[in-house]
């Protein structure tokens, strides 16, 4: 147990679907973030949250956006995605958000297959 | 930008040793090394700092050489529950939160019996 849950652990949606990831913190962090893992790619930096304030958007197409409520809870809101976006989607959190890149702690991930 | 990682596989026996090095083209403040099991979430083994002294966790240590721009993770006497993917994250500057922070493709260790 990491201490970041992420729900649901297999998605499978077709293209016109709309679905959400969610990632649940309980390690009292203020940073959290998505990244994307493809099967032969490194892990992607997708979108980072500072104390709700998103602070990074790595060039992420607008079919994927993300939602941060408070500083437990970050969503990534999906649709209209293509089969390319298929991949294991991570959620992590740090303690503080500072300007030094922290120790991670990743949620076990959302697998995302898009038909 | 993003950093090199060799080998690309290894596969050992339990109790023998191994290097995995992690390279940049770029300038480094930083390396954090991570490892993820298969179908878990990649967990934080340690950061080197620039300036810092060599890390260690369990039997597994790393150092980090500023002028070559590179760090070696080195597993000593493998066990089994060393398997899995060895990621390096390299971060190049001490400001712009996130942007400089990336991770190489990982290196897949598997320790066999």
């Known amino acids: 147990e990491t201490g970041v849950t992420q729900t649901p652990r297999h998605l499978v949606m077709g293209m016109t679907n709309k679905k959400s990831l969610k990632c649940e913190q309980h390690?009292?962090?203020?940073?959290m973030y998505w990244y994307k893992q493809s099967a032969k790619k490194p892990l992607e930096l997708m979108f980072v949250?500072?104390?709700?304030?998103?602070?990074e958007n790595n060039s992420v197409p607008s079919r994927f956006s993300p939602e941060c409520p408070n500083s437990s809870h970050l969503f990534l809101h999906l649709h209209t995605l293509q089969p390319e976006d298929s991949a294991l989607y991570l959620c992590?959190?740090?303690?503080?958000?500072?300007?030094?890149?922290?120790?991670?702690?990743f949620g076990s991930g959302t697998q995302l297959s898009v038909l | 930008q993003q950093p090199v990682q060799s080998p690309q596989a290894v596969i050992l026996r339990e109790g023998e040793d191994a290097v995995i090095n992690c390279s940049s083209s770029?300038?480094?403040?930083?390396v954090h090394w991570y490892r993820q099991k298969h179908g878990e979430a990649p967990v934080f083994l340690m950061i080197?700092?620039?300036?810092?002294e060599q890390k260690g966790h369990e039997k597994i240590s790393a150092s980090f050489n500023e002028k070559k721009q590179q760090s070696s993770l080195y597993l000593t006497a493998s066990q089994l529950s060393y398997s899995g993917t060895y990621f390096c994250?390299?971060?190049?500057?001490?400001?712009?939160?996130?942007?400089?922070?990336?991770f190489g493709p990982g290196t897949r260790l598997s320790v066999l019996p």
């Open positions: 390690l009292g962090h203020n940073a």
């Open positions: 949250y500072s104390l709700e304030e998103r602070v």
């Open positions: 080197l700092l620039k300036g810092g």
């Open positions: 770029k300038a480094l403040y930083s």
């Open positions: 992590a959190s740090s303690q503080d958000p500072g300007q030094v890149f922290e120790k991670l702690f």
């Open positions: 994250g390299t971060e190049r500057s001490f400001d712009n939160y996130g942007q400089n922070f990336v």
